[in-house]
């Protein structure tokens, strides 16, 4: 089993910046794609930003510009460092990890998600 962990959320004002940091722990043997999904009230979930084991990134429309991701493998942790916030980038933000276990199974985890919340 792999936990997930997240932090860094809070309330800031539009304009400020906010960094959101994921750890992933446990029963680690190959983690693959990590990314981070929104979720505003009475939306679907939809994805930010993703990197790759690789350290390939993809950004979705909300984030391009103003968010960077990245990921450091050997600390199995990755971050979110959002500039110049928007009124509509309030949501809940989830860290997702995707893992290979010694099986060749793959498996999705997520984390418990901390509210972003910015202010006019």
């Known amino acids: 089993q792999v936990q997930v962990v997240e932090s860094g959320g809070g309330l800031v004002q539009a304009g400020e910046s906010l960094r959101l940091s994921c750890a992933a722990s446990g029963s680690i043997f190959v983690i693959t794609n990590m990314g981070w999904y929104r979720q505003a009230p009475g939306k679907q979930r939809e994805l930010v930003a993703s990197v790759s084991s690789a350290g390939a990134t993809n950004y979705a429309g909300s984030g391009k510009g103003r968010f960077t991701i990245a990921r450091d493998g050997a600390k199995n942790t990755m971050y979110l460092q959002m500039n110049s916030l928007k009124i509509e980038n309030t949501a809940v933000y989830y860290c997702?990890?995707?893992?290979?276990?010694?099986?060749?199974?793959?498996?999705?985890?997520w984390g418990q998600g901390p509210q972003v919340t910015v202010s006019s």
């Open positions: 997702n990890v995707g893992h290979r276990n010694s099986w060749g199974v793959y498996s999705d985890y």
